[in-house]
């Protein structure tokens, strides 16, 4: 177990290495120069030399790179270019909001596709079970912004009631701080519980058909004994990982539901700073959610090796 | 196989391949496809359904997608416009059929481009090993570690709008998922002993690679594709949602459900329901699809 926690801890760098490369690259993969087309759009700075010096890019590329990376060490994110305030404040404000939003949503994926994952195994080839298919194969291909906008629009027409569009913070009003992350949340949910309750439907299926399940059985187990305790653990194994790349989907998810209703999370400030062609924001977003998202896998391994004690002692 | 010894006149029940030859077996086979997996069959009838539209859409479509009549602005559907109007009084079927040449471009575009990419890392990963084999997987990793939309997104803002440069992001994109099942899939067949036998002969690497390797994988290839279109017609509707998408006038049915649409929605609800119903029945027609032939081809990938 110790060999296995330290050499996913070691994996970790090289990750945060190569992520921090594909980010730095992200913004110098324009042809001609950042500042050009700054300039082009919007009169950022009188002088395209100062903006060169200001951005630091009239130095060689490998340099640029250090220094970038220890700024960012430092927690240094640069400069927001449209709002003129350190990016890392920028973000700080911003991403509770989103993980609140993005935990919510696994909790409500978790909660609609364990559930039903196992109704449909445990009762094959019933209403339940096409019904539950149905649905899956609907979160699939239903577009979340779809179904958000229909929430959003035809509510209003039948009933007159449209969902919250103004941000209430938590101190002011928890629970309809609460209520407003819940539809969005319900939503993304869907979608992300549609592949996971297809996996696990899949795996209860395999597990239930092994020997020491019908050893279970006839023993005499009351069912829910059976299938919780002894069927569930080992199915739910390849699930776990599945959840953690979920996570990189949820957080892209959060982008479109924020936009929607009106959350000042992450999302909404990485579009309004890829319109403003911001790019230390940009920069600094990547980088925080694929940090975010490489801690989430690292916690889901480490879940999937407390599972499955064949993994701890290989 | 005609009997010689006794010839007796052809009944009606007799089986002969007659003149149907190659087309009635494909024929058959189809019908046996339709009959195993309908479900998979009623996604295939579809995605049929979506590249006719694209192909034929000057044929099909009514009028034309930027044709304004603000005379007919927002009519509910009616026998001159199945699907109503929108707020610029343009035909909202035409449009949602002229939506599909973008989603059909963009979609196959991405996936040929993410395929491709995503066969050349497979293959060389999983065939050279090695070095090589440890850093692509572990640039494949941190690739996969940025949000979809967000990695999408800031790929954009770097580049000019228009459908190539979509093509070009959700083609890496959707290159790096596939890269996996790609390469597990060079990794086995690597392991046979014909391949083994064919390096003792002196073939070189390519010979084994074109000969050996690709074949085996071409299964895993189209499953992927198929799937992925699913995927990259999503995520080309999400970004022309967000505004990132083809510019206008040209419609994306992404784009017709987008906010700037959205206020005329609460006085015409059906601008709001048609796009989604075409996005869902594309991206509902290639899961489908993949899912069965995934079924047929290769059991062994069998998911769910």
């Known amino acids: 177990m110790r060999n296995y926690v330290l050499k996913r801890l070691l994996l970790l760098f090289p990750s945060l290495f190569i992520v921090s490369f594909i980010v730095f690259s992200l913004a110098r993969l324009i042809p001609g120069d950042v500042v050009d087309m700054m300039f082009e759009d919007q009169a950022y700075a009188k002088d395209i030399e100062e903006m060169r010096r200001k951005l630091g890019i009239d130095k060689a590329i490998h340099l640029q790179y250090v220094n970038w990376i220890a700024q960012v060490v430092q927690g240094d994110f640069g400069v927001s270019l449209w709002t003129k305030k350190p990016v890392h404040e920028e973000i700080l404000e911003r991403l509770p909001v989103s993980l609140e939003l993005g935990a919510m949503t696994i909790g409500c994926a978790l909660l609609m596709a364990i559930p039903i994952g196992i109704l449909a195994a445990v009762r094959q080839d019933t209403v339940q079970d096409y019904t539950a298919r149905s649905l899956a194969i609907g979160g699939l291909s239903i577009p979340s912004f779809w179904l958000a906008t229909l929430v959003v629009v035809l509510p209003s027409i039948w009933w007159e009631w449209t969902p919250p569009i103004q941000y209430v913070a938590f101190g002011d009003d928890p629970w309809s701080h609460l209520g407003q992350f819940l539809l969005p949340a319900l939503i993304l949910g869907f979608a992300s519980a549609a592949s996971v309750m297809r996996l696990l439907r899949a795996q209860m299926l395999e597990v239930l058909r092994q020997d020491y399940v019908r050893t279970a059985w006839s023993k005499g187990l009351r069912e829910r004994v059976v299938i919780l305790k002894h069927a569930l653990k080992n199915a739910i194994i390849p699930v776990v990982t599945i959840i953690g790349l979920q996570v990189a989907n949820v957080a892209g998810g959060t982008v479109i539901m924020e936009q929607i209703f009106g959350l000042p999370g992450m999302g909404r400030f990485l579009i309004e700073a890829v319109i403003q062609r911001d790019y230390p924001v940009i920069q600094g977003v990547n980088l925080t959610l694929a940090t975010i998202v490489i801690g989430m896998n690292l916690c889901t391994d480490l879940a999937y090796a407390y599972l499955d004690p064949r993994i701890r002692y290989s | ?304």
Request: hydrophobic fraction near 50%.
């Open chain 2, 1 to 304: 196989m005609v009997n010689q010894v006794e010839r007796q006149p052809l009944a009606s029940s007799d089986r002969v391949v007659s003149w149907p030859g190659q087309f009635g077996r494909v024929g058959k086979a189809l019908i046996r496809f339709v009959c195993a997996k309908p479900l998979g069959a009623l996604g295939g009838g579809f995605v049929a359904l979506m590249i006719v539209l694209a192909l034929f859409a000057d044929v099909i479509a009514p009028y034309d997608y930027n044709q304004r009549n603000l005379r007919e602005r927002l009519e509910p559907p009616s026998m001159r416009h199945i699907m109503g109007t929108d707020n610029l009084g343009r035909d909202i079927f035409s449009r949602v059929v002229y939506g599909a040449r973008i989603s059909v471009s963009v979609g196959f575009g991405g996936i040929g481009m993410g395929v491709l990419l995503a066969s050349l890392v497979g293959i060389t990963s999983g065939y050279f090993g090695g070095w090589f084999d440890i850093l692509f997987q572990r640039l494949v990793d941190a690739w996969q570690s940025f949000p979809p939309l967000v990695i999408l997104l800031s790929l954009i803002s770097v580049m000019q709008p228009g459908v190539p440069t979509l093509i070009v992001a959700i083609g890496i994109l959707s290159a790096s998922g596939s890269s996996r099942v790609i390469r597990s899939a060079a990794l086995a067949t690597k392991e046979n002993q014909y391949v083994e036998a064919a390096r003792a002969v002196g073939a070189s690497h390519a010979r084994i690679i074109v000969r050996y390797i690709l074949p085996n994988v071409f299964t895993v290839i189209i499953i992927i594709a198929t799937i992925g279109l699913g995927g990259v017609i999503l995520a080309e509707s999400a970004l022309s949602f967000l505004g990132f998408g083809v510019p206008p006038p040209f419609p994306s049915w992404g784009e017709m459900l987008s906010g700037s649409a959205r206020v005329y929605m609460y006085r015409a609800p059906w601008m709001a329901i048609w796009p989604g119903v075409a996005i869902s029945v594309a991206v509902f027609g290639f899961n489908m699809l993949g899912d069965a032939l995934r079924d047929v081809l290769d059991p062994r990938l069998r998911g769910s």
